[in-house]
């Protein structure tokens, strides 16, 4: 079991005129993967933001990360831009794969900017605002995600498939 923590980029959430579905969402689809050990509502701002990921790496040494909203073109929408001022290496595939299987079902994926990346033993990930985005996206990437934490984590030796 991994330790998770939920940021969900929303200033209507908050300043709680709307219920944060979609933070509810990750904890439900993550529910197998792990234990969520901190929620928080942030509103879209850069520094808000960046500062509540260090804050779940550096003194609670979550190991995933996941935030939902501010990946758009909106003036307001910095979730990647506030990720990228924190992680230490990127990890393009998991947004990649993400938009790409999107894109099946609504071609305004690719309108989300979300990255990924790692802050030393932290991988943290961006999703798109709405629960059915999440939920989507979470589906494509969960398969690997285990795998993946298991070698962030120096706790599986190797990629081999039998
Ligand atoms: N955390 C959330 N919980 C529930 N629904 C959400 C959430 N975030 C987004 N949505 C849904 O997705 C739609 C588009 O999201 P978007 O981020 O553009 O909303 P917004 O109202 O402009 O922004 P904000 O949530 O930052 O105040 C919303 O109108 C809402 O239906
Ligand atoms: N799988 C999936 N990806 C999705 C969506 C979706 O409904 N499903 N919504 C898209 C839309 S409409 C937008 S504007 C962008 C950015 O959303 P955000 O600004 O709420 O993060 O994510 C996109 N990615």
Known sequence: MYSIGIITASDKGSRGEREDLSGKAIAEVMAELGEVKRYVIVPDEREALSQAMIEMADDLKIDLILTTGGTGLGPRDVTPEATLAVIDRQVPGIPEVMRAKSLEKTSRAMLSRAVAGMRGRTLII???GSPK????CLEVILPALDHGLAIMKGEAGEC???
């Open 133 to 136: 985005g999440v939920r989507e």
């Open 160 to 162: 081999a498939r039998s």
């Open 126 to 128: 961006n999703l798109p």
